[in-house]
């Protein structure tokens, strides 16, 4: 199944900061980093289906990513 998809416009200094953040990540690119925080932010309010439980490799793979973003120690 192929996805479509379409164009966001993003202001070139944030496109910097990002491009600083995901280095040493699992992000392969700006897109990849946006499209996951994006949908992070869905989930968040709700318009998505019903979050399912994590299992403790998902819960573990969620918390590389984010101290690898340097969100947590």
Same mark, same amino acid.
């Given at each position: 199944? %192929?996805?479509? =998809?379409?164009?966001?416009? @993003?202001?070139?200094?944030?496109?910097?900061?990002?491009?600083?953040?995901?280095?040493?990540?699992?992000?392969? %690119?700006?897109?990849? =980093?946006?499209?996951?925080?994006? !949908?992070?932010?869905?989930?968040?309010?709700?318009?998505?289906?019903?979050? !399912?439980?994590? %299992?403790? !490799?998902?819960?573990?793979? @969620?918390? !590389?990513?984010?101290?690898?973003?340097? =969100?947590?120690?």
């Amino acid at each position: 199944m %192929s996805e479509k =998809y379409g164009i966001i416009k @993003v202001p070139e200094e944030l496109i910097t900061k990002i491009k600083e953040r995901i280095q040493g990540t699992e992000f392969n %690119s700006i897109d990849e =980093y946006a499209t996951f925080v994006l !949908e992070e932010v869905v989930k968040e309010t709700g318009e998505e289906e019903p979050e !399912e439980v994590f %299992s403790e !490799e998902d819960e573990h793979k @969620v918390k !590389e990513r984010l101290r690898a973003l340097g =969100y947590l120690d």
